[in-house]
């Protein structure tokens, strides 16, 4: 379930996809959302409330999305791994910083989604980014307050260290694993995923 909406004007449509083609069945049928007259809370706070929860939905998406290409970049990093165990011309220093890499990215998802090996021995572990814009989250949706001085001071804790760990994954995808793998087909390396066989 997501966040209520705030009070205004919608409208709905009703369609079937059969095939790949979308046809219409009903609609567009337009209804208002209005504020309970006994509720205790105002349209200003709805407003507030749905304001955060936009900023906040757009914040899970996005770790969402790293956590997503985090873990397909650790499996890239296991086969790169296991091509340069294949290639008898690879250098040491290759070797190593594939390793490197993959420590890098183990650090980035322990700060995304917590560090998983200690949680399943109950081992207390610090609050995941995921886990601290989750939580946000899973409060919001059962309530219809505005969001209180600790989710807000929550966020900006969850925003500012996403935007660090998401920096230090662009520059992982988009710089460190290309330049090994360009290594890997240079050396003739076994074929990995992601990667894109040079012609000569």
Same mark, same amino acid.
């Given at each position: 379930m997501g966040p209520y909406v705030a009070p205004g004007k919608y409208s709905v449509t009703l369609s079937q996809r059969v095939g790949g083609v979308v046809s219409p069945l009903a609609g567009p049928v337009t209804f208002n959302i209005v504020m309970d007259p006994q509720g205790v809370h105002t349209v200003a706070e709805e407003s507030a409330r749905w304001q955060f929860q936009e900023k906040l939905q757009a914040l899970r998406r996005d770790i969402a999305g790293s956590l997503e =290409? $985090?873990?397909?970049?650790?499996?890239? #990093?296991?086969a790169i791994r296991r091509a340069l165990d294949a290639t008898p011309a690879a250098p040491r220093p290759l070797h190593d910083q594939a390793r490197a890499v993959q420590r890098r990215l183990s650090a980035i998802l322990?700060? #995304?989604q917590g560090d998983r090996r200690l949680g399943a021995r109950s081992v207390p572990t610090p609050v995941a980014i995921s886990e601290r814009a989750n939580?946000?989250?899973?409060? #919001?949706?059962r309530t #219809? $307050?505005?969001?209180?001085t600790t989710h807000e001071q929550q966020f900006q804790i969850a925003s500012e =260290?996403?935007? $660090?760990?998401r920096s230090a994954l662009r520059g992982l995808v988009e710089t460190d694993v290309p330049a090994i793998e360009k290594e890997l087909e240079r050396l003739g390396a076994p074929y990995t995923p992601g990667r894109i066989p040079l012609v000569n």
């Open positions: =290409l $985090a873990n397909s970049t650790s499996t890239r #990093l296991e322990v700060e #995304l939580n946000i989250s899973s409060e #919001l949706n #219809l $307050a505005r969001p209180t =260290l996403f935007s $660090a760990e």
